[in-house]
Nanobody, 123 residues
Framework: QLQASGGGLVQAGGSLRLACATSGFTFDDHTIGWFRQAPGKEREFVALVSWTSSSTYYADSVKGRFAITRDNSENKVYLQLNSLTPEDTAVYYC??????????????????WGQGTLVTVSS
């Protein structure tokens, strides 16, 4: 199971830190990704961190503003959101890649999803 938290309402230029708590699987053997879905849009990739934290990837739209980290001792993944803009408004989901020790960017490559946390950025 995965549970995302930390969303909220923030002004443009502000920051938030999202957390993803996990349980029930071998956490340190799977890539964890963050995705987001804005109203009327498809779910899109935001960032991922590999099972050992040796690799991270970001969507071009968030590169340089967001940072993903993981703590394998606590089975948690964090997403730091900085310099937020109204275009970042969305429900943010964390998810576990289906295959162990695999880098995955596509939505279909993830099989377990958290419930999502809403981030709203006002202008």
């Amino acid at each position: 199971q995965l549970q995302a938290s930390g969303g909220g309402l923030v002004q443009a230029g502000g920051s938030l830190r999202l957390a993803c708590a996990t349980s029930g699987f071998t956490f340190d053997d799977h890539t964890i990704g963050w995705f987001r879905q804005a109203p009327g849009k498809e779910r899109e990739f935001v960032a991922l961190v590999s099972w050992t934290s040796s690799s991270t990837y970001y969507a071009d739209s968030v590169k340089g503003r967001f940072a993903i980290t993981r703590d394998n001792s606590e089975n948690k993944v964090y997403l730091q959101l900085n310099s937020l803009t109204p275009e970042d408004t969305a429900v943010y989901y964390c998810a576990q890649a289906s295959s162990p020790q695999t880098i995955a960017i596509g939505v279909s490559q993830y099989n377990y999803w958290g419930q999502g946390t809403l981030v709203t950025v006002s202008s």
